[in-house]
Antibody, heavy 119, light 109 residues
Framework: EVQLVESGGGLVQPGGSLRLSCAAS????????INWVRQAPGKGLEWVSG????????KSADFVKGRFTISRDNSKNTVYLQMTSLRAEDTAIYYC????????????WGQGTMVTVSS | SFVLTQPPSVSVAPGQTATLTCGGN??????VHWYQQKPGQAPVLVIY???DRPSGIPERFSGSKSGNTATLTISRVEAGDEADFYC????????????FGGGTKLTVL
């Protein structure tokens, strides 16, 4: 079964850091890009960051550039999102999502991990 | 980056047809994908490349696009179809390649 499982969310103070993990199984991990998409409470989906199958072409949305870093370890079938200088507006469910064969869509999503930034 | 516009809400009676729209500049020339998100769950891909259905998605779900509008049509709507629906496009030349619409809440009356 193709599966993505996120972990690492929690409560953190403004200015703090967290590292999210996305563990994959059931497919050839290194052949697919993985992305992070977030959803603030009661709001819509928002693309955050993505990385190619070989760790190439990392991209991030402007609102997280310089604060969030995406990386992957293909030996562990895991993608990471290192989040620093967290702000209240970063509070959201963070989903990891697998790109499809031609990258343009997300065909598999994890269940999400909640990040709450609050003092 | 590219902007996608969706109506916040659509209501339909059971058994009727729901039409959800997604507007964007010349969206008809782009790859458009649709996701369904039920309360408390992760999104699920329901239509890709404008009109294709992943395995397991009922034939009642269909998609089309033309000009500046993409459309998701749900025929013979059921109570279980109630959810938020998001359209999404991909612009590989952009620093923000994956763009979502604001979402439409489908209410089954």
């Amino acid at each position: 079964e193709v599966q993505l499982v996120e972990s690492g969310g929690g409560l953190v103070q403004p200015g703090g850091s967290l590292r999210l993990s996305c563990a994959a199984s059931g497919f050839t991990f290194a052949s697919y890009g993985i992305n992070w998409v977030r959803q603030a409470p009661g709001k819509g989906l928002e693309w955050v960051s993505g990385i190619g199958g070989r760790g190439d072409s990392p991209k991030s949305a402007d609102f997280v550039k310089g604060r969030f870093t995406i990386s992957r370890d293909n030996s562990k079938n895991t993608v990471y999102l290192q989040m620093t200088s967290l702000r209240a507006e970063d509070t959201a469910i963070y989903y990891c999502a697998k790109e499809g064969k031609y990258s343009s869509l997300f065909d598999i999503w994890g269940q999400g991990t909640m990040v709450t930034v609050s003092s | 980056s590219f902007v996608l516009t969706q109506p916040p809400s659509v209501s339909v009676a059971p058994g009727q047809t729901a039409t959800l729209t997604c507007g964007g500049n010349n969206i008809g020339s782009r790859s458009v994908h649709w996701y369904q998100q039920k309360p408390g769950q992760a999104p699920v891909l329901v239509i890709y490349y404008g009109s294709d259905r992943p395995s397991g998605i009922p034939e009642r779900f269909s998609g089309s696009k033309s000009g500046n509008t993409a459309t998701l049509t749900i025929s013979r709507v059921e109570a279980g179809d109630e959810a938020d629906f998001y359209c999404q496009v991909w612009d590989p030349t952009s620093d923000h390649p994956w763009v979502f619409g604001g979402g439409t809440k489908l209410t089954v009356l």
